[in-house]
């Protein structure tokens, strides 16, 4: 079974600086980080950036959406005010200044690939021929998870070997173990809410899966997760609250 820390930077330190930028990614590492998440979209000129909402609204200064804009558009955008003044003039990343900034500070990554509808293969297959040519020799493989079936099939087909999660919605299908089979899954990452019982992570573990909890920001929450065995949880707040 993959070793993953006992938690993960939820969009870099999103509690203490503006989501999914890098200046997040580096406040998570100082918070003792060893891996971050973010979340990967497609503008409309088919560049690769940090971004989790299909609208750029509410973690910017701007409005419209990512699909329509072009990467010249985003990158005029503020996203770093709404959060803090003190975070003015950050920008949206693009991939490749992401990989720049987990080199720099040895992050580990996970890379949740979160198409705006419609663009599912080809956002997937982007970013593995991206991660292929461009990911930091320096650091482990990263792990690529989706909410989306059809991105992580995608996945999976363009690459044998590439660590993949899949996140589960609340409640977990009845078929979890059928579909993380077919992706040759190396993690299952669920709703801290849908964990009903020990023996549902035990299952898990047995056939071989990391369990990952989403999103803990509760000493005690997080504390009840490490009991019942789940490998990880992500945190808005790495750092920031006790953890065994
Ligand atoms: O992968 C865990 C978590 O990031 C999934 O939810 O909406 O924060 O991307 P979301
Ligand atoms: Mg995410």
């Not at 040895?106 to 599912?120: F, Q, R, W």
Request: aromatic share 8%; proline share 5%; charged share 25%.
């Amino acid at each position: 079974m993959h070793k993953f820390p006992k938690f993960i930077g939820h969009r870099g330190a999103s509690g203490f600086a503006p989501e999914n930028t890098c200046v997040s990614m580096r406040i998570a590492k100082e918070c003792g980080a060893q891996v971050v998440e973010f979340d990967v979209k497609k503008t409309k000129d088919s560049e690769l950036i940090i971004m989790h909402d299909s609208s750029v609204d509410r973690t910017t200064n701007g409005h419209g959406r990512v699909i329509d804009m072009t990467l010249a558009e985003i990158k005029k955008l503020d996203a770093g005010c709404w959060f803090d003044p003190s975070f003015s003039g950050e920008t949206i990343p693009t991939l490749k200044e992401m990989f720049s900034t987990l080199r720099h500070h040895s992050l580990g990554a996970n890379i949740e690939i979160k198409p705006c509808p419609g663009t599912d293969i080809e956002l997937s297959a982007q970013v593995i021929e991206f991660i292929e040519n461009y990911w930091p020799n320096t650091l482990n493989p990263p792990l690529v998870s989706s909410f989306s079936v059809q991105a992580l099939k995608t996945v999976r087909e363009k690459s044998a070997q590439i660590p993949i999660g899949l996140i589960f919605d609340n409640p977990i299908p009845n078929d979890w173990k059928a579909r993380a089979f077919d992706l040759k899954a190396t993690a299952i990452s669920v709703h801290h809410k849908s964990i009903e019982n020990i023996e549902m992570i035990k299952e898990m573990h047995k056939e071989g899966y990391s369990v990952l909890a989403y999103t803990v920001n509760d000493h005690n929450l997080a504390k009840s997760l490490y009991d019942l065995e789940v490998d990880s949880i992500f945190t808005n707040y790495p750092g920031g609250f006790k953890l065994k």
